[in-house]
Every structure is written in C-alpha cells, then in structure tokens.
C-alpha cells in the first residue's frame, strides 16, 4: 500500500514540479520505478519534485478511494485517463492528485514515511526514475548509513567530511598513477636501449602489459620488430609489434600462437592486425624465442 501510494504522490509532483507524465510505473519486490515521458530531467527539477512530495507526507493527507458518479467524475482533474469505461474507481490524495486505481492505498499520506528518489536513467527516450518509500525507505536509509559510517571509519573522519576525505585520495591516485606512468616510460625506454643490434627483438621480460607495450613502441620507433612477451603461471601475455619497413605479419603469428597455447585445452583471447597484435596465450610458454623461431623462421 505504502508503495502504491507512494507511486501516485510521487507521479503527481513530477508532474507538476518537473512537467515530467508519467507513461508506466513497475512496483517489484526490490524497485520502485515510474517512467517518465521526459528526457534528461535536470537534477534541480527532481529535487523540487522530491521535496513536494514528502512535504504533502508531511501534511498528513487524506487517500480517499471511490466510485464517483459520473456528473462527479466529469469534473474531477485526472492525472491519467480510466483504462476502463464502466465502474471507474478514484483514488484522490487530498485535492492534490486524483488517479483512476483499482489498487490499495495507505489511508493517509504520513504512513509513506519519507519518499526518495534513489537513481535516474534514460529509457526508451523517456526518464525512469527510480524511488523507495516506506519500510523500504526506511531500510535503505539505514543501509546508507552504514557504509557511509563504515567508510568513515576507515577514513577516521565524520560522515559530513566523507567527500573531502574521497576527494583527497582521488587526487593522491591520479598523481600516483601519473607518476607510474612517467616511471614507465623512462623504464621501457631502458630496456628497449638494452637490446643490442638492429634487427628484431624476441625476448621474455618480467613486466606488466603496459611496460611491455611502452618497450615494443619504442623499438618500433627505433625501426625494429617487437616479439616480446610476460610469462606467468597462468599464461603468457604477448605484444607483438611491427616496425614501418618490415614485412612481418603480426596477425598470423598470434593466430599460430594460439593455436599452439590452445593444444593443452586452454583458450586464448586476443588478436590483431598485419602491424600490431596482441594478446593472452592460455599456457606459459618456457622458451619464447624457441617457439618463435619455430613458427615464424627467421623471426
């Protein structure tokens, strides 16, 4: 009933505070939403339609449900037309909103409790809004307020001061993240210096994903081929690169890769083109340059 009611006084303020109708609405077990034939409702409009609707909770409305008269009927202002034409049940949530419903209702506004609007999404080029009422309200407030206090507890400060606290680490991250990246760089630049000679490098290296592409860059850069991959005990992570004047076709070599890996039942994911391929070989593979010169002779 709380739901139901919930539904209709929450219609109603969309309506009018957000010129949003509302086109269908779905009370499940765990959501509450109502579809609105408005797209991109602006965050202010929502608010202010939230706010009338608990401010009507709050003035303790009367749910009145009849049949009215058909003379009555006619002057009464419907949110929505009767699917029906005959017997027309009227549900009015005091002289606020007044919804043709075969439906049960709380018999006062203030058992709703509260009203939130939890989420917003684009449907179907309208608005769903998504809300909970009620005991279900109620329930979400609390579960809200658990992780929020278990958060600041592990941020040792106050609920209020959470987004501060948030905000602190995020740029702590990115500059981090910053950081690592320009490690990187200088890192692969290295170890792409390292390998002597001008023709193509086949070699096993102990790094992450990112690494190895910044290293087969730059021996690219360098006009040199670029077989390289990671080995770990759940596979082999693979970059293939191929410099501007070389006719290695990187595709195919991880296609005969895989096709290796995958004998042992695994399944390998990945791929490429002529010049780029790269990739994730379901088995570790011992000796790289050896498989390599095996599938590709001359590589």
């Not at 408005?38 to 049949?67: G, H, K, M, S, Y």
Request: a neutral charge.
């Amino acid at each position: 009933m709380a739901q139901h009611t919930a539904q209709h006084l929450l219609s109603g303020a969309l309506l009018d505070r957000a010129a949003a109708p509302t086109a269908s609405a779905r009370l499940g077990e765990s959501a509450l939403t109502i579809d609105v034939t408005r797209d991109r409702i602006p965050e202010a409009d929502l608010a202010r339609a939230e706010d009338l609707a608990n401010d009507l909770i709050d003035d303790d409305l009367l749910v009145r449900a009849w049949f009215p008269a058909p003379a009555e009927l006619a002057d009464l202002k419907l949110r929505r037309d009767p699917k029906v034409t005959a017997d027309i049940r009227v549900v009015a949530i005091g002289d606020f909103d007044y919804s043709p419903c075969g439906g049960t209702h709380c018999a006062r506004t203030s058992q709703l409790g509260a009203i939130r609007i939890t989420n917003t999404e684009r449907y179907k080029g309208m608005t769903r809004v998504t809300f909970v009422a009620g005991r279900r309200g109620r329930a979400d407030l609390f579960s809200r307020d658990q992780v929020a206090r278990a958060l600041a507890a592990q941020f040792s400060c106050g609920i209020a001061e959470l987004p501060a606290a948030i905000e602190r680490v995020r740029r702590d991250a990115e500059a981090a993240t910053a950081e690592t990246t320009a490690l990187r760089g200088r890192l692969a630049q290295q170890l792409a210096a390292a390998f002597p000679g001008t023709g193509a490098v086949v070699a096993a290296l102990p790094a992450d994903v990112e690494l190895l592409r910044g290293v087969a860059a730059r021996l690219v850069a360098a006009g040199r081929d670029a077989l390289l991959c990671t080995v770990d005990d759940t596979g082999t992570t693979v970059a293939l690169f191929r410099a501007a004047d070389s006719k290695l076709d990187c595709g195919a070599l991880w296609k005969r890769l895989a096709a290796h890996a995958d004998l042992g039942g695994g399944k390998s994911r990945g791929g490429g083109r002529d010049n780029r391929a790269e990739g994730r070989l379901a088995l570790p593979i011992a000796d790289w340059p050896t498989l390599v010169a095996e599938l590709l002779p001359g590589a």
